[in-house]
């Protein structure tokens, strides 16, 4: 199976050499979708040998994973796993994601819920909480860990999906998605790598409430 990760990078400059590397030994080949950053991202990514997709402007995660997904089937991919560009996820727990794509599984979700909340600060605890609450009130989807965006999914499965929301509420999204189209969906168990500076790019109250009125407005026009 030709294996591809796809990293959605926005100014990721620090993090982004040292998650190449630690990932490529993993996988057959890195995508790294650029969005629209104004820093030396897209370069450092050339000089570590990954596959760079440069967007415009800065238009949100959503559209990246859609760029992944649109150039990882373009390339033939036969698996296609997602991880952040700011070092949270550990790569060497892909071969556990991978385990679960051979035992069946169309989507794989590196759940950090799994393994008890370790290291997890207290408000994103709260915010994983609600994220998983709204995705099963408006998609009827239930996962552990709805937010996470180390996942695998089959070629198959991305063929079948159809994003059509542009930022942060994609990972909902997918889960819904999932469920849609009647896909095998399973959980495993990460551990989330916590600093300053991947804290930093959580989500703000005002962006968690902006990104639940779009889920409602995707749920009303499915």
């Known amino acids: 199976m ?3 990760a796809a990293v959605p990078a926005y100014n990721e400059e620090t993090t982004i050499a040292d998650v190449l590397s630690r ?3 993993y996988v057959d080949g890195v995508i790294v979708v650029d969005d629209g950053s104004t820093d030396r991202t897209a370069q450092i990514a050339r000089t570590q040998g990954a596959i760079v ?5 800065n238009r949100g995660l959503g559209a990246a994973i859609g760029t992944g997904f649109a150039t990882a089937q373009k390339l033939g991919a036969d698996i296609v796993v ?4 700011d070092g949270q996820h550990d790569p060497a727990q892909i071969p556990a994601l991978m385990s679960a794509i051979e035992q069946g599984a169309d989507v794989v979700i590196g759940s950090r819920m799994l393994t008890g909340f370790v ?3 207290l408000h994103r605890r709260v915010a994983q909480i609600v ?8 998609f009827g989807a239930w996962v552990t860990d709805s937010q996470s965006g180390f996942r695998a999914l089959t070629r198959y499965a991305i063929s079948k999906m159809h994003l059509k929301t542009n930022r942060m509420e994609v990972s909902s999204e997918l889960i819904a998605e999932a469920k849609r189209n009647k896909l095998t969906l399973v959980e495993v168990p990460i551990k989330a790598i916590y600093t300053p500076y991947s804290l930093s790019k959580g989500q703000s109250f005002i962006v968690g409430l902006k990104t639940l009125l779009k ?8």
């Open 53 to 57: 997709v440069s967007h415009v402007i």
């Open 131 to 138: 994220g998983n609450l709204v995705t099963f009130f408006l």
């Open 82 to 85: 997602t991880l952040d560009a």
């Open 23 to 25: 990932t490529r030994p």
């Open 2 to 4: 030709k294996i591809l």
């Open 119 to 121: 290291g997890m600060p």
């Open 215 to 222: 889920l409602v407005v995707r749920r009303l026009t499915r």
